[in-house]
């Protein structure tokens, strides 16, 4: 239980996707300036994260391993990650069609979100077994989303602060940004 819970808060919050490895960026300061849109983005992006890791570690260990095709690992998992996308996106558009349209093309771009195809292979890299590819996939989305609720948080904040002029806009954002990484690096000892 103890390792389990290691690999969650790790995953979450000391090896943090965004804040520490510095994957997802763009979603992360495209859609943080409204704390729903951070939400359904952080939602949206965590149940393809989950996905993928569901489909893509049984498909590197059962079929690509067996039949040879390791090399192949980045084409299949892209495939599979956009497919589940596709799924995704549906069920928003038909289920919460104010949703959809916020995010505009932000949606699509969990396609090519570096952070989901990055926790499908670090799964195979740090060489976890299914249940912890899972956790670790969890513990990712929920840091994704904790980081994406804190600078949507942040940004919120940033409206009505008193910003001199050359830092208004952008660079307030990177340095907010650059605050919230140096933070979490704060967490590099918890857990090794």
């Given at each position: 239980m103890s390792e389990i819970l290691s690999i969650f808060l790790k995953a979450a919050i000391v090896d943090n996707v965004v804040l520490i490895q510095y994957l997802a960026i763009c979603p992360f300061v495209g859609m943080t300036n409204d704390t729903e849109k951070a939400v359904?983005?952080?939602?949206?992006?965590?149940?393809?994260?989950?996905?993928?890791?569901?489909?893509?570690?049984?498909?590197?260990?059962?079929?690509?391993?067996?039949?040879?095709?390791?090399?192949?690992?980045?084409?299949?998992?892209?495939?599979?990650?956009?497919?589940?996308?596709?799924?995704?996106?549906?069920?928003?558009?038909?289920?919460?069609p104010s949703l959809y349209n916020s995010m505009g093309v932000y949606l699509a771009?969990?396609?090519?979100?570096?952070?989901?195809?990055?926790?499908?292979?670090?799964?195979?890299?740090?060489?976890?077994?299914?249940?912890?590819?899972?956790?670790y996939a969890f513990?990712?989305?929920?840091?994704?989303?904790?980081?994406?609720v804190i600078m949507s948080g942040v940004r919120s904040r940033l409206k009505t602060a008193n910003v001199p002029h050359a830092f208004k806009g952008t660079p307030i954002l990177y340095i907010s940004a650059g605050l919230l990484s140096l933070a979490f690096l704060g967490f590099k000892g918890l857990i090794k």
């Open positions: 359904g983005m952080g939602l949206a992006t965590t149940f393809v994260i989950i996905l993928a890791t569901l489909v893509t570690w049984p498909l590197y260990n059962f079929v690509m391993i067996p039949l040879h095709l390791e090399f192949l690992q980045t084409l299949f998992f892209i495939l599979v990650i956009a497919s589940l996308v596709q799924l995704v996106e549906f069920f928003l558009k038909k289920q919460v771009l969990i396609t090519t979100n570096c952070a989901v195809l990055g926790v499908t292979i670090n799964c195979i890299g740090k060489n976890y077994n299914y249940a912890h590819s899972m956790v513990g990712t989305a929920m840091g994704f989303l904790l980081s994406m």
